[in-house]
């Protein structure tokens, strides 16, 4: 009888009954947010339950799509930023770094000596002249200027590391401690970008194609001591044939620079002569690299990314590093620029100068082909 008293008209009132309150007992209290009707179970999880048994299921997609996936799913960006552009400034980091007063670096040197002589007993003796002569290279101006707005600064997440390298350390210019705002930021990756342009300018700079710079490893070398290849292949005795020129005109290479492409000829020369090479070798702070045995002395090999690997014009250099030196005016500086309006501008500066006292103590291997 109580089932048919439900069903009036073809409308079941039980059945919408529960699909709004389910198994709850009729005259049930269940929702009393100001406590008058003395309620002590919650009950409204147990509504939202049973009404949404009616409901279409959500999905990830019937938020509706977003500027990144779906509206109603949140996006989770990765919080390392990877610098997509980076390169390793080994260089940089092995080249010493002298002090230096003033807007050139001088510095004299022996060109001739007078020479020592045999003469009979008790012989007029007359003095033989030294040549001295003074060299003078200007310092140069490096920069990198960056700039952040206010909302910027506000409204990048907290989340976001300031690693930008595997590996951070002296080589890489970044660490993963602590989350930077976005000038902290910034300033990170304009740091990166002077020490990259240091690099360069190290290896290929060019005073004369442009003035700014001071001239690289390549220009000073130019072809003293030179093995030229002529756009041939590279071969153990042109080692040899280099180191020894360098060791004639009193020399003691102990660093060789060479582009990626040498490094790789090397490494098939050295394998068909393992004893030529040692494996592995610690050198400096830990880099680890291939090693020549030569009549100097041994000689670990760095490549550098910013030399040619084009064939027929790729070098491998040798220095004496007694004579290489970065002389320094002011090293790297941290400064503020005008605030004009609401973003803080910034740069970074440095002033050095790459000297080679003497290019004949180094020796160079140039023009290889693939």
């Known amino acids: 009888m109580a089932e048919t008293k439900a069903i009036s008209n073809g409308f079941n009132s039980n059945a919408a009954y529960a699909s709004s309150f389910g198994c709850m007992p009729d005259k049930t209290v269940y929702q009393d947010s100001a406590g008058l009707k003395g309620v002590t179970v919650d009950r409204r999880t147990e509504v939202s339950n049973a009404f949404g048994i009616g409901l279409k299921a959500h999905t990830v997609t019937s938020g509706g799509a977003g500027t990144a996936g779906y509206a109603m799913i949140p996006v989770y960006v990765d919080p390392r930023v990877i610098d997509q552009t980076r390169k390793y400034t080994p260089i940089v980091e092995l080249i010493p770094r002298v002090t230096n007063q003033g807007m050139y670096a001088d510095y004299n040197a022996i060109t001739a000596k007078g020479g020592a002589f045999s003469a009979e007993e008790d012989a007029s003796l007359s003095e033989k002249n030294t040549t001295y002569d003074r060299a003078s290279t200007a310092i140069k101006f490096f920069y990198a200027v960056g700039r952040v707005t206010g909302p910027s600064v506000a409204a990048q997440p907290s989340y976001v590391l300031s690693g930008m390298m595997p590996g951070a350390g002296s080589n890489s210019g970044f660490s993963d401690a602590g989350a930077p705002n976005a000038k902290q930021m910034e300033v990170l990756v304009k740091t990166r970008e002077l020490r990259e342009y240091q690099e360069n300018t190290i290896i290929n700079g060019n005073a004369t194609a442009t003035t700014t710079d001071y001239d690289g490893i390549i220009v000073l070398m130019s072809s003293t001591n030179s093995v030229d290849k002529n756009t041939s292949a590279l071969d153990l005795d042109d080692i040899n044939t280099a ?23 090397l490494l098939k020369l050295l394998t068909q002569k393992i004893g030529y090479m040692k494996a592995e070798a610690n050198v400096f702070w830990g880099f680890t690299t291939i090693v020549l045995h030569t009549m100097v002395g041994s000689i670990p090999v760095i490549p550098s990314m910013f030399m040619s690997n084009v064939s027929g014009s790729k070098a491998i250099y040798f220095l004496d590093m007694t004579v290489v030196e970065m002389r320094v005016l002011q090293d790297l500086t941290y400064f503020e620029l005008a605030k004009t309006n609401d973003s803080e501008k910034f740069a970074l500066k440095i002033y050095e100068t790459l000297i080679v006292k003497n290019t004949s103590f180094c020796s160079s291997i140039t023009e290889i082909s693939a």
């Open 243 to 265: 180191v020894q020129y360098a060791f004639d005109d009193g020399g003691r290479p102990n660093l060789a620079v060479c582009s990626s492409g040498v490094y790789t000829d």
